[in-house]
């Protein structure tokens, strides 16, 4: 398998010690007055979601892991499992609640999604990273409402609540960031 050294770490870089796969989260190469460098970093684990410092030194390695990315299509929630189908082979997987908590608000039957496989087996999945959804339920105006200043709650058509200006009102279409979960523009 192949190896990644100190010197060529870096943010976003995906990394696997131990038999876990990590994403590198935050990286800071650190010069001592005394002593060798090393490389103070925050690794995400891609499995569970858990972040870690980890302080690499020089001659210390990791190893690539063996990941592999594939566009597939959410069909549904079975209620134990959101089941998704590969637009090639046409062959269904499920994932659990855990694997696509972070983003199932954001999901839409037929939407396309990238599921990242380690090993073969199906861990995590990634959103396009801005989606349009449509308002089904927010407060009406208020009086005294500009296109700047406050917000106000917003209910979207997969039930997540972001927030939204006072302007945006019920049925309107509005693009979300689905990585920061909030509120971009209305759509054009």
Do not use: C, W
């Amino acid at each position: 398998m192949a190896t990644i050294s100190m010197s060529d770490l870096k943010k976003g870089l995906r990394i696997e010690l131990d038999g876990i796969p990590y994403r590198i989260t935050e990286y800071q190469h650190v010069k001592p007055g005394k002593g060798a460098a090393f490389v103070r970093t925050k690794i995400k684990s891609l499995i569970n979601g858990r972040v870690i410092e980890k302080t690499f030194h020089a001659g210390d390695k990791a190893e690539i892991p063996n990941l592999e990315q594939k566009t597939m299509q959410y069909l549904y929630n079975d209620g134990e499992f959101y089941q998704f189908m590969d637009t090639t082979s046409f062959e269904q997987i499920g994932l659990t609640e855990d694997q696509v908590a972070e983003v199932k608000g954001f999901m839409l039957e037929t939407m396309e999604v990238e599921i990242l496989f380690f090993n073969g087996k199906p861990i995590t999945l990634e959103l396009p990273q801005v989606v349009e959804l449509k308002i089904v339920d927010t407060p009406p105006d208020f009086k005294g409402d500009t296109s700047q200043g406050g917000k106000k709650p917003a209910t979207l058509e997969t039930g997540a609540v972001v927030n939204v200006p006072f302007h945006i009102l019920e049925g309107d279409v509005v693009r979300v960031d689905t990585k920061e979960g909030v509120y971009l523009e209305k759509a054009k």
